[in-house]
Structure formats: structure tokens, C-alpha cells
Nanobody, 127 residues
Framework: QVQLQESGPGLVKPSQTLSLTCTVS??????????WSWIRQPPGKGLEWMGV???????YYADSVKGRFTISRDNAKNTVYLQMNSLKPEDTAVYYC???????????????????WGQGTQVTVSS
């Protein structure tokens, strides 16, 4: 059984940097044709796809966060990270990591493409 667990500081000030961690158990983050996405849900809004790291370490981002957010991984720790720079109040959301299966990567929110999700972690950007 694959499990994903997000963690990170819950409250940051605007313009600060924050890193979230997605610790994966029950499966390797380097296994072919699984990719690991970050998705967020702002309060009162729908899900928003942020980006993905493929099994070979390649990364892809939504245009809205490209250049500001960075996804990386530590293979030895079986962990995926999301670093968010220059945070804005509109980045306030619940952030999820999720595993995609069956393709190199997928940039969207079709839930049939995802087979495991973390429980989410709240990030609040406020002064």
C-alpha cells in the first residue's frame, strides 16, 4: 500500500520562502511510469495543478507558478519536495501530493490519472 504524507510550516509571511515535503512509503519515487504531482486547493475554490516530477527526475510546472515554485526529490529518503518562493496571500491553500500512474507525466486534474493522494497540508500566507 502506497502512502503519501505532506508536511511543512503552516504559516508564512508574504514574500517568504516555504518548502513542503511529501514522504512516500510503500513504493519508490523512481519507479518507471509513476510521477509525483503537487496540487493545491485554495479556500472556496477548486483544485489547481502545480507541477510534477517524473520518474527520471524531470520536472514540469503550471505556467502560473513556473519560475517561482521548484519540485525536487531525494531518492535515498524517497521524498519529494515543493519549494515555493516569493509567496503571496493567494498561495494560501491546502497542498496535496499525489501519484500519477501509467504515463511519463500528466499535467491536469483528471482524478483517474492519480492513484494515491496525501491527506494535504495547509499553507497560509499572511502578514
Amino acid at each position: 500500500q502506497v502512502q503519501l504524507q505532506e508536511s511543512g510550516p503552516g504559516l508564512v509571511k508574504p514574500s517568504q520562502t516555504l518548502s513542503l515535503t511529501c514522504t512516500v512509503s510503500g513504493g519508490s519515487i523512481t519507479t518507471s511510469y509513476y510521477a509525483w504531482s503537487w496540487i493545491r486547493q485554495p479556500p472556496g475554490k477548486g483544485l489547481e495543478w502545480m507541477g510534477v516530477i517524473a520518474y527520471d527526475g524531470s520536472t514540469y510546472y503550471a505556467d502560473s507558478v513556473k519560475g517561482r515554485f521548484t519540485i525536487s526529490r531525494d531518492n535515498a529518503k524517497n521524498t519529494v519536495y515543493l519549494q515555493m518562493n516569493s509567496l503571496k496571500p493567494e498561495d494560501t491553500a491546502v497542498y496535496y501530493c499525489a501519484r500519477q500512474s501509467g504515463s511519463y507525466y500528466y499535467a491536469g486534474l483528471d482524478r483517474t490519472k492519480y492513484d494515491y493522494w496525501g491527506q494535504g497540508t495547509q499553507v497560509t500566507v499572511s502578514s
